[in-house]
């Protein structure tokens, strides 16, 4: 028997290492910052217009809208950071950026996009004019159209017109903001050059009409236009005579639109906001927008007496304020625009109704989807609460209101009618001050009792409570929202509306108002999250509970803009506990998802589509026994900590159905206009589906609840 051959000494094995600790939670890696998640935004704003399954007159309107939008960060979002800058603030971002590296990235992406906007917009004109609609060249124009353009000119344009000079005698003029003026250089009989500025003026047509002879209207059906600052400089001989042209180029202006309010220097908040307002109107410039011809003289003349610097200035390949496009997008072509919407009534709110809208929701719980589901029944109730001999009192918050208000008139009939009507109108809603302050000054005439808002919060609730005598017992009516009291934005915006007698939510609407009218200072409400008073704390206790549930947590939040940092770093800590957590974020959102050991169990949607998704729907599935809040907040500082805010809760079961299975199921199956968030904060668009989540809901009746 031969001998074992000799045993092979063992190896001694290396232990495991240990895994990796999890990342943590408070490293300004793991967020996005607020201001380039914004501008991302803006980028699926303008895949809408690049979309070709969009008609063309709807993506024509889709490159207005992202050009007012950039238009808008930069008086607002850009201007704060020079602000902060000029200030010397030493405050890091949420990832961790100085104000000086968020200016440079800003105006990085800025000049990035602006060219895509460029881009889009020379390619969708061509398409356009093959469709009979065409943005000629002034210089394109044949004899007879020319004629026809210079006498409109010489008729209505040239009376408008206002040159003003810059010399010694003569200061440098004040640029309006948003303006679009013409840098005219002239020569007179002596060989010396003179520098002019004129204003384009904003009331006219901004694309001028070029008359087509009737024979070519009736074979070949075409609309010309030509652009209103091209005619002008055609022209300008008529407003220089005796000189000479040497060049003239636009420029258009942005300016710094923060508007600073000293509420406590002030006894009268509405003369703060009218004096803020006017100031606005000379806030420094922040953006100076030019065509590439510009000269470096006539440039070199803007910058210094603007007081700007290189870095402010943006040149651009085509004409300026594309925002101006929005005058085709309302060109009378329904081949080229989307079939418009007839929002659907309900029956048991229609007017041909068997019960009085009090019934209906003493009855049920209601709940409308706008702008699929009419906002009218809102207006019918303010208006039955008028006339109503039971009907005590009404109040209501309005943020942004609208010209020609059916809600105001609603109100001035019911003081009329002997109501009680206070009314707190939120002074300082950005961009509308002025007509805000202008019906809050018609309702005080009318002796409604107007509280212009709160020392240091901004009210951005949108709450309507309405008092009624029943039987010897007082009941009360409460409408809240998602959205602003405004028919019009409500056929263009998606929102949330909810219609209830529940004692709980009218006890609490009472106390607010309590608060918002006097010095009542509530702790804890029965039902309503108010920010800044419960909503953080309560709203922390929703997500820490859902993380209890480990792998059974499941969240679903829809929203306008995730960007609170606590909020954020709970969303973490529930994805490592398990949960699944389905963002809805129409815009900027700081999260990042999909990183190992952090937000592996996080998606991001976002959903841009035809109508502006305003809708704030927070679901909890707490384990089985599903709770949703919808309201007014994001989950932003600002939302949360400086304005009066609030989430209500969806009481009736078969709402809470309604909610989970049809709206929230439905976004989060499109496949056809949703864009997916990456955790570098870009979206990868899905654009082969057929499943666009608000055509669904525009088509059908039957899923409403």
Known sequence: MSAKPPAKP????????????????????????????????????????????????????????????????????????????????????????????????????????????????????????????????????????????????????????????????????????????????????????????????????????????????????????????????????????????????????????????????????????????????????????????????????????????????????????????????????????????????????????EEDIFTTIRREDRLLHHPFQTFQPIVDLLRKAAHDPDVLAIKMTLYRVGRNSPIVKALLEAIENGKQVAVLLELKARFDEESNIEWARALEREGVHVVYGLVGLKVHCKIALIVRREHEQIRRYVHLGTGNYNPVTARLYTDISLFTADPDIGADATDLFNYLTGYGHKNDFRRLLVAPLTMRRKFLDLIRREIKFGENGHLILKMNA??????????????????????????????????????????????VGRFLEHSRIYYFHNGGEEEIYAGSADLMPRNLDRRVELLFPILNQKLVRHLRDVVLAKYLSDNRKVRIGRADGTYESVLTGATDSQAWFASHKAASN
């Open 10 to 353: 063992r190896t001694k094995q290396k232990p495991a290492a240990p895994p990796a600790p999890p990342p943590d939670l408070d490293n300004p890696e793991l967020y996005l910052n607020r201001e380039l998640s914004l501008l991302e935004f803006q980028r699926r704003v303008l895949e809408e217009a690049r979309d070709e399954r969009n008609k063309l007159l709807e993506r024509v309107k889709f490159v207005s809208i992202v050009s007012s939008n950039l238009d808008e960060f930069a008086m607002v979002r850009g201007a704060a950071l020079k602000q902060k800058l000029a200030a010397g603030s030493q405050d890091l971002s949420i990832d961790g950026k100085t104000v000086s590296q968020q200016l440079a990235a800003v105006r990085e992406e800025l000049e990035e996009i602006t060219s895509s906007i460029y881009a889009c917009f020379n390619k969708i004109m061509p398409d356009l004019a093959r469709q009979g609609i065409e943005v000629a060249e002034y210089s394109d124009l044949d004899d007879r159209e020319r004629i026809a353009v210079d006498t409109y000119y010489t008729d209505t344009i040239f009376p408008c017109l206002t040159p003003l000079a810059f010399d010694p005698g003569r200061p440098f003029p004040h640029i309006s903001n948003l303006s679009l003026n013409l840098a005219v250089v002239l020569r007179d009989t002596a060989d010396k050059e003179h520098f002019a500025r004129l204003k384009v003026p904003q009331q006219l047509p901004q694309l001028i009409t070029v008359p087509q002879p009737p024979s070519r209207r009736k074979n070949h059906p075409k609309q010309r236009f030509v652009w209103i600052e091209q005619v002008i400089a055609a022209n300008l001989g008529t407003l220089f005579p005796g000189l000479t042209l040497v060049e003239s180029h636009p420029f258009h202006v942005t300016r710094d639109a923060e508007v600073a309010i000293k509420e406590l220097e002030s006894d009268d908040l509405l003369e703060s906001v009218e004096e803020a307002v006017w100031r606005r109107r000379f806030h420094k410039p922040v953006r100076l927008q030019t065509d590439t011809s510009f000269s470096e003289e006539i440039l070199e003349i803007l910058v210094e007496n603007l007081d700007m610097g290189p870095e402010d200035v943006l040149r651009v390949s085509g004409p300026l304020d594309l925002t101006r496009l929005r005058q085709l997008a309302s060109l009378d072509r329904p081949d080229l625009r989307d079939e418009a919407l007839e929002p659907w009534t309900p029956p048991d709110f229609s007017v041909h109704a």
């Open 562 to 607: 995730l960007e609170d940092k606590e909020m954020i770093r709970l969303l973490y800590e529930a994805s490592r506990a398990g949960a699944k957590v389905d963002l809805l974020v129409r815009g900027l959102c700081c999260l990042r998802p999909g990183i190992p050991q952090v937000s592996e169990n996080i998606t991001v949607r976002s959903i």
